[in-house]
């Protein structure tokens, strides 16, 4: 069975830092492009950052650019995301997900069931 | 960046309705469209990816059509779990903007 799981989420304080990890299992993680999106409570979804397979090629949105730094693991099938300076607004369920498809194929298949991380003091 | 604009953002339908959810993008995205849906406190679900291609397992009463900058996503019969937000998604290019999405009651 396809599956990711995310960890890592809590609550931390304004300009803190949190790594949240996405464990994949049931597929060849090291071919597949993988993303990460995001849900403040109530919202609707943002996605966050992309990698490539091999890793080489990231993508950021503008939001958490500079401050958030993506990256994967393929020999233990994991993702990364490194978040620092985190801000009130960066308050959301993160979810990483799967790129399926080339090109004008590609979609988020699989989805993880998403890890909360809270910014407040 | 390419902005996603969804109407209506909610709306109710009974049971065995036909639902239609229109999605426009701000630039040209070619047939770079997804729609998923999410239900509360659950993931995303891929439904239709490439504007118009079913993804494995979804019910055929979900199509999606458009290309270009208007995309529809139809729901011919409504039943009683596709009561959901749905959302819509460009691919083209990044960020992989988002529409801001639309609920779905059922009477």
């Known amino acids: 069975e396809v599956q990711l799981v995310e960890s890592g989420g809590d609550l931390v304080q304004p300009g803190g830092s949190l790594r949240l990890s996405c464990a994949a299992s049931?597929?060849?993680?090291?071919?597949?492009?993988m993303n990460w999106v995001r849900q403040a409570p109530g919202r609707g979804l943002e996605w966050v950052s992309y990698?490539?397979?091999?890793?080489?090629?990231?993508y950021y949105s503008d939001s958490v650019k500079g401050r958030f730094t993506v990256s994967r693991d393929n020999a233990k099938n994991s993702l990364y995301l490194h978040m620092n300076s985190l801000r009130a607004e960066d308050t959301a369920v993160y979810y990483c997900?799967?790129?399926?498809?080339?090109?004008?194929?590609?979609?988020?298949?699989?989805w993880g069931q998403g890890t909360l991380v809270t910014v407040s003091s | 960046d390419i902005q996603m604009t969804q109407s209506p953002s909610s709306l109710s339908a009974s049971v065995e309705d036909r639902v239609t959810i229109t999605c426009r993008a701000s630039?040209?995205?070619?047939?770079?469209l997804n729609w998923y849906q999410q239900k509360p406190g659950k993931a995303p679900k891929v439904l239709i990816f490439?504007?118009?291609t079913l993804q494995r397992g979804v019910p055929s009463r979900f199509s999606g059509s458009g290309s270009g900058t208007d995309f529809i996503l139809t729901i011919s019969s409504l039943q009683p779990e596709d009561s959901a937000t749905y959302y819509c998604?460009?691919?083209?290019?990044?960020?992989?903007?988002f529409g801001q999405g639309t609920t779905l009651e059922i009477k």
């Open positions: 997900a799967r790129t399926f498809g080339v090109v004008i194929t590609g979609r988020f298949d699989c």
């Open positions: 049931g597929f060849t993680f090291s071919s597949y492009e």
């Open positions: 990698i490539s397979s091999s890793g080489t090629t990231i």
């Open positions: 630039q040209n995205i070619n047939s770079y």
């Open positions: 490439a504007a118009s």
């Open positions: 998604q460009q691919s083209h290019s990044t960020p992989y903007t």
